[in-house]
């Protein structure tokens, strides 16, 4: 984390790009908090203590599998359910959970876990590592994954675009081909937080993946331009001002005022003419 946070700022991508105020700072940093000390301690717990309630004689079951079967059942059992969590994440119904992750004006490591408490708390993906754990799945193996896993999003979310070598240099194409469609990149994943996809690069009903960026591959999602979007963001945000954070963070027990607003009961997600998108 703290490489991606140092090439940030030595290459001045950070200081360039990233404009956040203090009403994104609060998001970011409150959503960290709870993910790491409530969110995904609680996940592990309650699967633990639900697992020696409801199957004590499956407790370990799967302690005799080899490493990579381990983490085969990790990429399937967290990795895909998060891709099909994320892409359930963009409709109607479940958008305003997810709204959050997509309010940021701007790429960086700091909005990776930018969200709302609740999508978080219901992700399938949390609640079936913890599962996996209690079976047997060892724990060195979860969190060299989960390290493994921290720094592909992480790079994904980087304000310096550490992919962008592949595409300028010729010899390296065939290594850029194969990497943007096994793994979250900054290309393929800035193009899912583009304002619009009216410029051909934006893809944001499309490349989910979190860790794998081949199951967008696999499930018909991806979209590769090797470009990166001008902008990234709300058009809703830009038009009627940024939620605030209490609401982006606990909808929908806080619940917002604003005008077209998807943080209330019975709100939307905004669609602007296509002329709108336009935003200087």
């Not at 409150?30 to 004590?56: D, E, N, R, Y």
């Amino acid at each position: 984390m703290s490489g991606f946070a140092l090439m940030e700022f030595v290459t001045r991508r950070y200081q360039r790009t990233v404009t956040a105020n203090a009403n994104d700072t609060k998001l970011e940093l409150l959503m960290f908090l709870s993910l790491v000390a409530i969110t995904q301690p609680l996940a592990l717990l309650a699967t633990a203590k639900l697992g020696t309630w409801l199957a004590p004689t499956w407790q370990n079951r799967l302690a005799d599998l080899p490493g990579w079967a381990m983490v085969g059942l990790l990429l399937v059992g967290d990795d895909m359910t998060q891709y099909w969590w994320h892409r359930l994440s963009h409709s109607p119904l479940m958008w305003p959970l997810h709204r959050a992750h997509h309010s940021a004006s701007y790429m960086s490591i700091r909005i990776t876990y930018r969200n709302n408490f609740f999508y978080y708390l219901m992700m399938p993906g949390l609640w079936i590592g913890g599962a996996l754990l209690y079976l047997g799945v060892g724990g060195m193996v979860y969190a060299g994954y989960m390290v493994v896993k921290l720094l592909v999003i992480l790079g994904a979310h980087c304000a310096w675009r550490w992919d962008e070598p592949l595409y300028r240099i010729r010899a390296l194409h065939p290594l850029a081909w194969v990497l943007e469609r096994t793994l979250s990149t900054p290309a393929t994943h800035w193009a899912h937080h583009a304002i619009t996809n009216e410029d051909g690069i934006g893809h944001y009903k499309g490349n989910f993946g979190n860790l794998l960026f081949f199951w967008d591959v696999l499930f018909g999602t991806a979209h590769i331009t090797r470009r990166y979007p001008a902008q990234v963001g709300l058009i809703d945000d830009r038009l009627f001002g940024e939620e605030k954070w209490q609401h982006q963070m606990f909808y929908p027990v806080l619940q917002s005022q604003r005008a077209h607003s998807a943080l209330r009961l019975g709100g939307k997600a905004y669609e602007a003419p296509p002329e709108t998108h336009e935003v200087r």
